[in-house]
């Protein structure tokens, strides 16, 4: 998430930020909402970032406030500890669409992103033809082939 990379530059500068694309990739999801079959929705991965080497536990609390920080201000809340021991360390935010965004650091410091649960394209209900859109926005529509208000 933009700015996140750069906050953490500000609390611990020995950290040096780049693209990782570990965490990109679609997994199925639709299994997780009655109606849907397993392949009608997914979640993916977006590109997150990596600063080689670990963060200091004593820079952990500093570092996890700063990130929680920017979570909160692209919406995301609640924080969960998944680790918490000494040189290892991972916590993820979640968002209302059950987002993640996660940050953990042990052999090596992560943030990573993945969106919630949405529909496929395939699974997508079919769209109107552009004129029955048009038609419909302005109040109008077709009924047997002539045109109503």
């Known amino acids: 998430m933009a700015g996140t990379g750069e906050r953490l530059a500000d609390e611990i500068p020995t950290l040096v930020w780049k693209e990782y ?19 009608d929705g997914e979640n993916r991965g977006l590109p997150g970032s990596m600063a080689k080497g670990y963060l200091a536990d004593t820079d952990w ?5 700063a990130v929680g920080e920017v979570a909160t201000g692209y919406g995301f809340e609640g924080r969960v500890s998944i680790v918490d021991r000494p040189g290892d360390h991972k ?15 042990a052999a090596n410091t992560l943030l990573t992103l993945r969106t919630g649960c949405h529909l496929t394209a395939k699974a997508l209900p079919p769209r109107p033809p552009p004129e029955r859109q048009r038609l ?6 077709h ?4 045109l109503v208000r």
């Open 21 to 39: 694309d570990g965490s990109k990739g679609a997994s199925a999801c639709g299994f997780d909402f009655p109606g849907l079959g397993v392949t």
């Open 61 to 65: 609390g500093r570092a996890l406030k």
């Open 143 to 146: 009924r047997r082939g002539r």
């Open 91 to 105: 916590a993820i935010f979640k968002d209302g669409y059950d987002a993640k965004f996660s940050f953990g650091t």
């Open 136 to 141: 419909a926005a302005e109040g109008r529509g």
